[in-house]
């Protein structure tokens, strides 16, 4: 993913503000007790995880992104089920909320046999910005270690 573009867009780097918002994308407590379990099987295996889950997330973004265009409901709902489990786990929790709405509302939709709605796209764009937010906090994490 590409860095977060200032107000005018041009592509620099976030500027204080939104690292502030970066900072908060994670909650450090859930981080800590993931890297507590993890350093208990090996020494790598809290990168090892924190990488899987950058790779999946990635994919189950694009798998939705790709649902979305083809108005595939059962696999929106499946990736937005996915990404909204395994955020929990890395202590996303904002984005995991995001994706349990979307979740609900496509659930919703398959079980009343109605069209997708319209604020699902909203959503969808909500869980790209969160992730991008994550991303970024992760990476962070990840270079601490």
């Known amino acids: 993913m590409s860095p977060t573009k200032n107000s005018q867009g ?3 780097a ?3 503000s939104d690292q502030a918002d ?5 909650r450090p407590e859930v981080l800590r007790k993931l890297r507590s379990a993890l350093s208990k099987l090996r020494s790598n295996a809290f990168k ?7 790779h999946e997330a990635e994919s189950r973004i694009a798998q939705m992104n790709r649902a979305l265009s083809q108005s595939n409901l059962p696999e929106l ?11 929990a786990l890395v ?7 995001l994706c349990q709405q979307l979740e609900a509302q496509v659930s919703s939709a398959v079980e ?8 699902v796209y909203e959503m969808f764009s909500q869980i790209q910005r969160e992730y991008n937010r994550v ?4 990476v962070s994490v990840l270079a601490e270690e």
Request: glycine share 4%; net charge negative; proline share 4%.
């Open 112 to 119: 009343h046999r109605i069209n997708l709605p319209p604020n």
């Open 91 to 97: 202590g996303a929790a904002h984005l995991s909320s």
């Open 48 to 54: 090892e995880v924190i990488n899987a889950y950058l």
């Open 14 to 16: 976030s500027n204080n």
């Open 10 to 12: 041009n592509g620099q």
């Open 135 to 138: 991303e970024i906090a992760l």
């Open 22 to 26: 970066e900072s908060n994308a994670l």
């Open 77 to 87: 709902q499946l990736a937005a089920h996915t990404l909204k489990s395994s955020s």
